[in-house]
Nanobody, 116 residues
Framework: QVQLVESGGGLVQAGGSLRLSCAASGSSFGIAAMAWYRRTPGKQRESVAS???????NYADSVKGRFTISRDNAKNTVYLQMNNLKPEDTAVYYC??????????WGQGTQVTVSS
């Protein structure tokens, strides 16, 4: 059973930075892709950024140039560095991992609030 532990959310002023972390444990299989999603009240969960095991990344247009996703394969951990945060980035951020078996797992979510 894969366990995901997220950390790093909080309250920050517009223009500030936060770094989210998500550590995966408990899997006997390798992790293929890791990603971050977010959801605001009344909206569907949207993809923010993703990274493959080989390091290829993909970003939502709304965060390109401000957010950076990275991963430490030795630690099974994915990070999301968020710079120049805007009030519209306020959301609950969720980590998602996909194992090489195609099994997927969501994290519990961490709140990010950006004040204007």
């Amino acid at each position: 059973q894969v366990q995901l532990v997220e950390s790093g959310g909080g309250l920050v002023q517009a223009g500030g930075s936060l770094r989210l972390s998500c550590a995966a444990s408990g899997s006997s299989f390798g992790i293929a892709a890791m990603a971050w999603y977010r959801r605001t009240p009344g909206k569907q969960r949207e993809s923010v950024a993703s990274i493959t095991s080989g390091g290829s990344t993909n970003y939502a247009d709304s965060v390109k140039g401000r957010f950076t996703i990275s991963r430490d394969n030795a630690k099974n951990t994915v990070y999301l560095q968020m710079n120049n945060l805007k009030p519209e980035d306020t959301a609950v951020y969720y980590c998602h991992v996909t194992l090489v078996t195609s099994y997927g797992r969501w994290g519990q979510g961490t709140q990010v609030t950006v004040s204007s």
